[in-house]
């Protein structure tokens, strides 16, 4: 059996703020409220939603708990 090549290493509520954080500062960034650099909430959406961190992984950090 071959390991994932991305494992989970967000918990679930770890996943649930980065969800909530990127969506408003994506919403702020549609709506003009704050700059274009409110896009990079997207970042967190996308890494909640695939619940991999690429920087948790590099600094051996993992908040899940199996």
């Known amino acids: 059996m071959t390991r994932p090549a991305m494992p989970c290493n967000l918990r679930r509520i770890d996943r649930v703020i980065r969800a909530i954080v990127g969506a ?6 549609a709506t003009y409220v704050i700059g ?3 896009w990079l909430g997207l970042v967190p959406v996308i890494t909640a939603a ?4 690429p920087a948790y992984t590099m600094l051996g950090i993992s908040t899940r708990h199996d």
């Open 24 to 29: 408003i500062l994506m919403a702020l960034a």
């Open 36 to 38: 274009p650099w409110g």
């Open 50 to 53: 695939l619940g991999w961190c």
